[in-house]
């Protein structure tokens, strides 16, 4: 009840610097010249499922004196309108627009009931690969839908159809409503969400460099980028402080909020970051680095303040990267195309563990990494939960300490791990998230450590009775390593 209230509020606060929220038709909205798609918003996604479930609507409501089919927010920047929130439906409605003013059949009355104006979005440039793919294939849908269309569903589209269009004249405060907007259910995931956010906290960079974070963001798979923040990152920054860490959402994205370095008070914990800034940006200016070509990244640490802004995106380059890295752990197989087969080969598996030098078949982490990506159960969901648990200790440890005594902090991380899994006839994600949280959890003692023999010689029980089913190998492991002391 509290935060709906404050939830009210808050939109209260931001409607006041809005003009009056006006109901338009799609031909006002459509034929508007002044409307743009601002480079910050995402790719065009919507798929041909999303497209005919329009269509289906706009033909079952016909009869109704208007038909309303959502809202859009706006932000008037001088002769431009940039479209914050909505521009998935109004692309949309554009192509099927563009679609009845070609049809034969619909051109006519398309004509007669839209007008002759052009329609501002179709000379909008549009260099996102995922957005062409996506336009084409709705377009070539909407075509086979809309040529049944009679004259009374043309005029019901251009003129009955209706959006909600808040207009605001304040960036900041068009996005406050767009995140807030959000909050309550739209389609959006977090990362989009906070690409936007840091993205405004980018003011005082130049386009082009908005620009090329936009286009590396956009370049990236969504599922993956879904799955950086969500089972990684987000997990690694809540486990540490003892906090849940089960679903990244909307309200709880603020994880990934922290400082701008140019509009925050100069506290003294801002001055470590600010050094480590200004130290990173004059070391690549330096005419020095025209000749050795030796830049450095940002000193990212996954548990620090995290800085607003470019910075943001650089980080998630940097992790997407060494999580990738550590994914690719999971399969110790390779396609052989001239057997035209998945075959197994344990100096091709070695090679994947180059980036942890680990160099000997013989060693400690090598039979782990093998155990687990070959064991029997390793495919289920409770055991995919628990090396993605696995997965994230070793990250959180190799980010803070490299790989110094990896053999040793291996073997630690994966008796702490996968104790878990041998101990439980089933895994869920809420058993996985407790033992993240436990006092004595691994991630505790990696935030509290300053040197590698604290997470080494950290005390683990050993197991004396095995309760899950095709681990064999994960039992055999344990009692080679002293941990297992059962039959």
Not at 392 to 406: A, E, P, R, S
Request: hydrophobic share 35%; net charge positive; charged share 30%.
């Amino acid at each position: 009840m509290a935060e709906a209230i404050i939830e009210n509020i808050e939109q209260i606060e931001v409607l006041k610097h809005t003009l009056k929220p006006k109901v338009k038709t799609v031909k006002e909205i459509l034929y508007n010249q002044d409307l743009k798609i601002p480079e910050y918003q995402r790719p065009y996604k919507w798929q041909p499922k999303n497209v005919k479930q329009l269509l289906e609507d706009i033909v079952l409501h016909q009869k109704k004196s208007a038909y309303r089919i959502g809202t859009a927010v706006m932000h008037k920047d001088k002769k431009e309108l940039n479209i914050v929130d909505g521009q998935q439906r109004i692309v949309t409605l554009t192509l099927i627009a563009h679609a009845l003013n070609s049809n034969e059949s619909t051109q006519y009355f398309a004509k007669k009931y839209g007008g002759d104006g052009k329609l501002k979005l179709l000379s909008e440039s549009m260099d996102n690969d995922i957005s062409k793919a996506n336009v084409i294939i709705n377009y070539k849908e909407i075509e086979r839908e809309i040529k049944s269309f009679t004259e009374d569903e043309v005029r019901f589209f251009f003129t009955k159809c209706e959006l909600v269009c808040i207009t605001l004249t304040s960036i900041s405060e068009a996005f406050q409503f767009f995140d807030s907007q959000n909050a309550r259910g739209k389609d959006l995931d977090p990362h989009d969400l906070l690409k936007a956010f840091h993205l405004r906290e980018m003011s005082s960079f130049s386009e082009k460099e908005r620009q090329q974070c936009i286009e590396e963001w956009e370049s990236k798979n969504d599922d993956e980028l879904h799955e950086v923040f969500s089972q990684y990152l987000f997990r690694i920054r809540r486990w540490s402080k003892r906090k849940n860490g089960r679903y990244l959402n909307k309200t709880n994205a603020n994880t990934f909020k922290g400082v701008t370095l140019d509009k925050t008070q100069d506290f003294p914990y801002i001055y470590p970051l600010k050094i480590n800034n200004v130290f990173t940006d004059e070391f690549n200016q330096h005419l020095h680095r025209k000749i050795d070509n030796n830049t450095k990244l940002y000193p990212f640490q996954i548990d620090q303040v995290v800085l607003n802004g470019q910075r943001f995106f650089e980080m998630i380059n940097f992790y997407q990267e060494k999580i990738k890295q550590i994914k690719g752990t999971h399969s110790a197989k390779y396609f052989n195309k001239e057997e035209k087969k998945w075959v197994y080969d344990e100096d091709f598996f070695l090679g994947k563990l180059q980036f942890l030098s680990i160099s000997s078949k013989t060693s400690i982490s090598f039979k782990v990494f093998k155990t687990l990506a070959t064991y029997e159960g390793r495919n289920r969901s409770g055991d995919q939960y628990v090396r993605t648990l696995f997965d994230c200790t070793l990250l959180y440890y190799t980010d803070k300490f490299g790989n110094q005594d990896l053999d040793r902090v291996i073997t630690k991380l994966f008796i702490w791990a996968y104790r878990l899994r041998l101990d439980s006839q089933a895994v869920q994600l809420a058993s996985v998230d407790n033992h993240a949280r436990e006092w004595s959890s691994m991630f505790s003692v990696i935030r509290e450590a300053t040197q590698p023999k604290e997470v080494y010689q950290m005390y683990l029980e050993s197991l004396n009775a095995i309760r899950s089913s095709k681990t064999e190998k994960l039992k055999d492991l344990f009692k080679s390593l002293n941990y297992y002391h059962g039959e």
